[in-house]
Antibody
Framework: EVQLLESGGGLVQPGGSLRLSCAAS????????MSWVRQAPGKGMEWVSG????????YYVDSVKGRLTISRDNSKNTLYLQMNSLRAEDTALYYC???????????????WGQGTLVTVSS | DIQMTQSPSTLSASVRDRVTITCRAS??????LAWYQQKPGKAPKLLIY???SLESGVPSRFSGSGSGTEFTLTISGLQPDDFATYYC?????????FGQGTKVEIK
């Protein structure tokens, strides 16, 4: 059974940092692209960042470039999101999601974790 | 970025109704579109991928169609478990983008 368990969220002041983790099980982690998707309270979903199975390719939405960094440790079956210079608009529930490659470079999400809440406030 | 626009934003329907949700892309995305269902406090669940392919385990009352810039999700015979919010997502071009969601409410 595929399981994705996020952790690391919390309350942080503007300008602060957090590192989110997503522990994966039930599938060959290194074979799949992964992403972080966020949902602000009461709002829709926003894809934030994605990473290839090897970790060699990473992608970001413009609003987080230079502040958030996605990475993975395939030996630990864990996905990370290092969040620096946090802003109020980063407040959201952050989901990790497992990608299904439709064709090279294109993928959708077949499994999602339950999310970890990041609140940026003074 | 590709903008995804869903309509309507809210839909009131009754059990056994046929329901259609539309998703429009600001530029062609071929058939690289997925649909998700989300219930309050829960993670999204994949329903449809590649515009019209039904995910394993999803009831056949769900169907998707379209290509290019216009897509639809149809629920044929709405069930009590189907009252939720539905999102489309394009995965043709980074950044992947979602529609704003369509909430299906009980009439």
């Amino acid at each position: 059974e595929v399981q994705l368990l996020e952790s690391g969220g919390g309350l942080v002041q503007p300008g602060g940092s957090l590192r989110l983790s997503c522990a994966a099980s039930g599938f060959t982690f290194s074979s799949y692209a992964m992403s972080w998707v966020r949902q602000a309270p009461g709002k829709g979903m926003e894809w934030v960042s994605g990473i290839s199975g090897s970790g060699g390719s990473t992608y970001y939405v413009d609003s987080v470039k230079g502040r958030l960094t996605i990475s993975r440790d395939n030996s630990k079956n864990t996905l990370y999101l290092q969040m620096n210079s946090l802003r109020a608009e980063d407040t959201a529930l952050y989901y990790c999601a497992k990608g299904v490659v439709a064709v090279a470079g294109r993928y959708y999400f077949d499994y999602w974790g339950q999310g970890t809440l990041v609140t940026v406030s003074s | 970025d590709i903008q995804m626009t869903q309509s309507p934003s809210t839909l009131s329907a009754s059990v056994r109704d046929r329901v259609t949700i539309t998703c429009r892309a600001s530029q062609s995305i071929s058939s690289w579109l997925a649909w998700y269902q989300q219930k309050p406090g829960k993670a999204p669940k994949l329903l449809i991928y590649k515009a019209s392919s039904l995910e394993s385990g999803v009831p056949s009352r769900f169907s998707g169609s379209g290509s290019g810039t216009e897509f639809t999700l149809t629920i044929s015979g709405l069930q009590p478990d189907d009252f939720a919010t539905y999102y489309c997502q394009q995965y043709n071009v980074y950044p992947w983008t979602f529609g704003q969601g369509t909430k299906v409410e009980i009439k």
